[in-house]
């Protein structure tokens, strides 16, 4: 039997642990373990992030690191954007108003990259839009509804909803 260490996250604001081997991913952690299965696997390689979940207020590929290197840390997946009242998010709004999304894949991977610019630069122009999603592919939109659905959050996040 390989040997596991108890990895200890908060996840979407509630304690989470489970037991774990030293090289399992963190995504794996996530959706294997955790049973948060929005975090998508996209190409084990960090260059689609269809993994991306936020640590520590980061945004990070969950496919570039082991589980036990968050141990101890704070992680947003895509299941914690909505209110614990289940009310969207203005971005989950967004994509859907703007038609952000087609196939789906690439949508928490964008969300969470959009959350954590919207909460460093709540009024970005187009181009920091762009430059804030550039980590993530997405092969169905060609990404102007991406950007669309972006600004439409941050209006309604500007408008205090």
């Known amino acids: 039997m390989a040997k596991t260490e108890l990895v200890r996250i908060k996840v979407n604001g509630r304690d989470r642990?489970?037991?774990?081997?030293?090289?399992?991913?963190?995504?794996?952690?996530?959706?294997?373990?955790?049973?948060?299965?929005?975090?998508?696997?996209g190409c084990d390689t960090s260059n689609c992030g269809a993994c991306t979940v936020i640590l520590d207020g980061k945004t990070v590929k969950s496919c570039t690191m082991f589980a036990v290197q968050a141990d101890g840390a704070e992680i947003l997946t895509i299941e914690g954007v909505a209110s614990k009242e289940g009310k969207f998010h203005p971005l989950q709004e967004g994509f859907k108003e703007e038609h952000g999304l087609q196939c789906g894949f690439c949508t928490p991977g964008m969300i969470l990259s959009s959350y954590a610019l919207l909460k460093e630069n709540p009024r970005p122009s187009e181009d920091e839009i762009r430059?804030?999603?550039?980590?993530n592919l997405c092969r169905c939109t060609g990404y102007k509804n991406i950007v669309k659905a972006v600004q439409y959050a941050a209006n309604k996040m500007a408008q205090g909803a």
Not at 27 to 34: E, G, S
Not at 131 to 135: A, E, L, N, T
């Open 17 to 41: 642990e489970a037991p774990a081997e030293p090289r399992l991913l963190l995504v794996h952690f996530i959706r294997d373990l955790l049973q948060l299965t929005g975090t998508h696997i």
């Open 131 to 135: 430059w804030g999603i550039s980590g």
